[in-house]
Protein backbone atom coordinates (compact mmCIF):
# COMPACT_ATOMS: atom_id res chain seq x y z
CA UNK A 1 0.00 0.00 0.00
CA UNK A 2 1.19 3.03 -0.82
CA UNK A 3 1.25 6.27 1.62
CA UNK A 4 -0.86 8.40 -0.74
CA UNK A 5 -3.64 5.69 -0.32
CA UNK A 6 -2.91 5.33 3.29
CA UNK A 7 -3.58 8.66 3.83
CA UNK A 8 -7.02 8.39 2.01
CA UNK A 9 -7.87 5.21 4.17
CA UNK A 10 -6.84 7.97 7.22
CA UNK A 11 -8.95 11.08 6.03
CA UNK A 12 -5.97 13.54 5.91
CA UNK A 13 -3.86 14.73 3.17
CA UNK A 14 -1.00 13.03 2.03
CA UNK A 15 0.91 16.21 3.13
CA UNK A 16 -0.39 16.08 6.85
CA UNK A 17 0.99 11.83 7.20
CA UNK A 18 4.28 13.35 5.59
CA UNK A 19 4.79 15.72 8.27
CA UNK A 20 3.87 12.85 11.26
CA UNK A 21 5.73 10.35 9.82
CA UNK A 22 9.13 12.98 9.45
CA UNK A 23 8.00 13.64 13.62
CA UNK A 24 7.91 10.42 14.59
CA UNK A 25 11.07 8.91 12.52
CA UNK A 26 9.48 7.15 9.57
CA UNK A 27 11.77 6.84 6.79
CA UNK A 28 9.97 7.41 3.08
CA UNK A 29 12.29 4.58 1.50
CA UNK A 30 10.87 1.39 2.21
CA UNK A 31 14.03 0.11 1.65
CA UNK A 32 16.33 -1.97 4.11
CA UNK A 33 19.63 -0.22 4.18
CA UNK A 34 21.97 -2.75 4.09
CA UNK A 35 25.40 -3.47 2.92
CA UNK A 36 26.40 -5.70 -0.14
CA UNK A 37 28.32 -7.73 1.88
CA UNK A 38 25.85 -8.34 4.22
CA UNK A 39 23.38 -9.08 1.35
CA UNK A 40 25.25 -11.32 0.26
CA UNK A 41 25.67 -13.17 3.16
CA UNK A 42 21.78 -13.37 3.97
CA UNK A 43 21.46 -14.96 -0.32
CA UNK A 44 23.99 -17.33 0.49
CA UNK A 45 22.50 -18.41 3.74
CA UNK A 46 19.27 -18.81 1.49
CA UNK A 47 20.83 -20.87 -1.31
CA UNK A 48 22.73 -22.98 0.97
CA UNK A 49 19.01 -23.68 2.37
CA UNK A 50 17.57 -24.10 -0.83
CA UNK A 51 20.35 -24.49 -3.60
CA UNK A 52 17.96 -24.54 -6.58
CA UNK A 53 16.18 -21.63 -5.51
CA UNK A 54 15.70 -18.59 -7.99
CA UNK A 55 15.14 -14.84 -7.36
CA UNK A 56 11.58 -15.08 -6.40
CA UNK A 57 12.19 -17.60 -3.39
CA UNK A 58 15.68 -15.22 -2.42
CA UNK A 59 13.29 -12.02 -2.22
CA UNK A 60 10.43 -14.64 -0.55
CA UNK A 61 13.80 -15.37 2.09
CA UNK A 62 14.81 -11.96 2.55
CA UNK A 63 11.36 -10.95 3.21
CA UNK A 64 11.43 -13.41 5.91
CA UNK A 65 14.63 -11.96 7.70
CA UNK A 66 12.61 -8.15 7.20
CA UNK A 67 15.35 -7.45 4.48
CA UNK A 68 13.12 -5.31 1.87
CA UNK A 69 15.41 -4.59 -1.19
CA UNK A 70 14.57 -3.88 -4.51
CA UNK A 71 14.39 -6.61 -7.04
CA UNK A 72 17.10 -4.94 -9.31
CA UNK A 73 19.79 -5.19 -6.92
CA UNK A 74 18.76 -8.92 -6.15
CA UNK A 75 19.48 -9.35 -9.64
CA UNK A 76 23.14 -8.12 -9.36
CA UNK A 77 24.40 -9.78 -6.41
CA UNK A 78 22.57 -13.25 -7.56
CA UNK A 79 24.37 -12.60 -10.54
CA UNK A 80 27.50 -12.21 -8.53
CA UNK A 81 27.14 -14.84 -6.22
CA UNK A 82 25.68 -17.69 -8.70
CA UNK A 83 26.21 -16.96 -11.75
CA UNK A 84 26.31 -20.70 -13.05
CA UNK A 85 23.14 -21.82 -11.17
CA UNK A 86 21.20 -18.47 -12.33
CA UNK A 87 22.09 -19.38 -16.02
CA UNK A 88 21.16 -23.30 -15.87
CA UNK A 89 17.83 -22.19 -14.34
CA UNK A 90 17.14 -19.71 -17.26
CA UNK A 91 18.08 -22.27 -19.83
CA UNK A 92 15.34 -24.74 -18.40
CA UNK A 93 12.68 -22.10 -18.63
CA UNK A 94 9.36 -23.04 -20.52
CA UNK A 95 9.31 -21.39 -23.98
CA UNK A 96 5.73 -20.71 -24.36
CA UNK A 97 3.57 -20.15 -28.02
CA UNK A 98 2.54 -17.47 -29.03
CA UNK A 99 -1.46 -17.87 -30.52
CA UNK A 100 -2.99 -15.72 -33.04
CA UNK A 101 -6.65 -15.25 -31.48
CA UNK A 102 -9.24 -13.72 -33.39
CA UNK A 103 -10.79 -11.37 -30.29
CA UNK A 104 -8.94 -9.70 -27.78
CA UNK A 105 -8.61 -11.78 -24.35
CA UNK A 106 -10.43 -15.32 -26.26
CA UNK A 107 -9.89 -17.96 -23.73
CA UNK A 108 -10.02 -20.63 -25.48
CA UNK A 109 -8.05 -21.73 -28.31
CA UNK A 110 -9.21 -25.10 -28.92
CA UNK A 111 -10.90 -27.22 -31.75
CA UNK A 112 -14.33 -26.43 -33.05
CA UNK A 113 -15.88 -29.44 -30.92
CA UNK A 114 -14.12 -28.83 -27.67
CA UNK A 115 -15.07 -24.89 -27.80
CA UNK A 116 -18.73 -25.94 -29.05
CA UNK A 117 -18.89 -28.08 -26.02
CA UNK A 118 -17.08 -25.40 -23.57
CA UNK A 119 -19.87 -22.66 -25.10
CA UNK A 120 -22.71 -25.08 -24.40
CA UNK A 121 -21.98 -25.98 -20.94
CA UNK A 122 -21.01 -21.99 -20.53
CA UNK A 123 -24.73 -21.49 -21.67
CA UNK A 124 -26.33 -24.15 -19.56
CA UNK A 125 -24.21 -22.44 -16.21
CA UNK A 126 -25.08 -18.84 -17.14
CA UNK A 127 -28.68 -19.55 -17.24
CA UNK A 128 -29.83 -21.97 -14.76
CA UNK A 129 -31.81 -21.04 -12.46
CA UNK A 130 -30.52 -21.03 -8.56
CA UNK A 131 -32.88 -22.55 -5.81
CA UNK A 132 -31.65 -20.39 -3.51
CA UNK A 133 -32.15 -16.79 -5.54
CA UNK A 134 -35.85 -17.30 -6.32
CA UNK A 135 -34.51 -19.65 -9.51
CA UNK A 136 -33.00 -16.66 -11.00
CA UNK A 137 -29.81 -17.67 -13.21
CA UNK A 138 -26.05 -16.57 -12.80
CA UNK A 139 -26.45 -14.39 -15.92
CA UNK A 140 -29.64 -12.78 -14.75
CA UNK A 141 -28.61 -11.88 -11.01
CA UNK A 142 -25.15 -10.11 -12.46
CA UNK A 143 -27.05 -7.88 -14.93
CA UNK A 144 -29.47 -6.88 -12.30
CA UNK A 145 -26.38 -6.23 -10.00
CA UNK A 146 -24.39 -4.26 -12.94
CA UNK A 147 -27.76 -2.61 -13.59
CA UNK A 148 -28.29 -1.36 -10.31
CA UNK A 149 -24.71 0.33 -10.13
CA UNK A 150 -25.00 2.15 -13.19
Known amino acids: MQWKDIAKCLHVSAKTLRRHRSHLGIPDDPYT ?16 LAPQSGETYVIGGLRGRRIFVPRARIRERLNIIDPVGRALRWRSTIVRRT ?5 PNQLCVYQPRIQ ?5 FISMWNHHGLRTMNGQSPLALWLGDYLSTK
Open 116 to 120: QSLDQ
Open 33 to 48: TISDEDLDQNIVDILY
Open 99 to 103: YNVTV
